[in-house]
């Protein structure tokens, strides 16, 4: 019987094939590159909305807390009564130094009441003299700068910054000029305000911003805070205004 002699012809690929290969491999490639981009901006937006959610947490609570205390002072049965009122309690001020200079269009305040540690944990000296004479008081001043919230107080000549994020923060006074004494009857700025004395609540206003560019665009918003100018920023940041009225407690 004669053999018959099977070759076994080997197949390679074509050309085209090749082709039609590296083409899907590059468009399955540009896909998880896609997503791989998207998940990167999602996380990076919300890790930049947690950032100015906490900031907003933190600056509001901490301001509005030491707002509430201005004017604050022991009864006349603690062991150093105080003889008269402690005024003013809020000084609606431009207060800057060399080293501290506000330049940020921001308002500054100034909050006074009785404490032995000042906004930063800080001892306060005793009152040597005077009708709180023997007493501590706090002397907070907070302000804006380079986009922090700051606080120097009475306790240390240094100041330190308390929240990040914080672009910037507008204040207006509520004035009492009528026969209510619980409630304001107009918001001013502080030039506009002839006696401390008849403010009865304060409104803040801060406008947050995020740590990272996180916008696909250049964000083309004006902001207005309170009274202050309108401001269009020129970047891609998150950015957030958030406004609360406090009420001065101790002068009511």
Same mark, same amino acid.
């Given at each position: ?5 099977? @070759?076994?012809?080997?197949? /390679?690929?074509?050309?085209? %094939?090749? $082709? !039609? ?6 468009? #399955?490639? =540009?896909? !998880? &590159? ?12 919300? @890790?930049? $909305? ?6 907003? @947490?933190? =600056? #509001?609570?901490?301001?509005? @807390? ?5 004017? *604050? ?68 001043? *907070?302000? !804006?700068?380079?986009?922090?919230? $700051?606080?120097?107080?009475? /306790?240390? =000549? +240094? ?7 914080? %672009? ?8 009492? +000029? ?14 506009? !305000?002839?006696? #401390? ?8 206003? #801060? ?9 696909? =665009? ?6 207005? &805070? ?16 958030? +406004? ?9």
């Amino acid at each position: 019987m004669k053999k018959e002699d099977i @070759r076994h012809k080997q197949h /390679g690929f074509t050309l085209v %094939e090749i $082709m !039609i290969a590296i083409t899907i491999g590059l468009v #399955m490639l =540009a896909g !998880i &590159l896609q997503i791989n981009q998207a998940n990167k901006e999602s996380n990076r937006l919300q @890790r930049n $909305m947690g950032f100015v959610q906490e900031n907003i @947490r933190s =600056a #509001m609570e901490l301001l509005a @807390r030491d707002i509430r205390m201005a004017g *604050y002072y022991e009864d006349d049965n603690s062991a150093n009564p105080i003889s008269a009122p402690i005024a003013p309690f809020v000084v609606a001020t431009t207060w800057d130094d060399s080293n501290e200079l506000n330049t940020t269009g921001s308002d500054t305040i100034t909050l006074n009441y009785e404490s032995d540690q000042d906004c930063l944990g800080q001892t306060t000296p005793v009152v040597a003299a005077g009708p709180a004479a023997g007493n501590r008081f706090a002397i907070n001043h *907070y302000f !804006i700068r380079d986009q922090r919230l $700051m606080c120097r107080g009475n /306790g240390n =000549a +240094t100041a330190q910054p308390l929240v990040d994020g914080v %672009e910037s923060l507008q204040i207006l006074y509520g004035e009492n +000029t009528n026969d209510d004494p619980l409630s304001a009857n107009r918001y001013v700025r502080a030039e506009q !305000i002839a006696d #401390m004395g008849n403010v009865v609540s304060v409104r803040i206003g #801060m406008r947050f911003i995020s740590q990272e560019t996180v916008r696909s =665009a250049i964000d083309a918003n004006s902001y207005t &805070l309170l009274d202050a100018a309108p401001f269009t920023p020129n970047d891609r940041l998150l950015r957030r205004e958030i +406004t609360t009225t406090v009420s001065l407690r101790n002068n009511l």
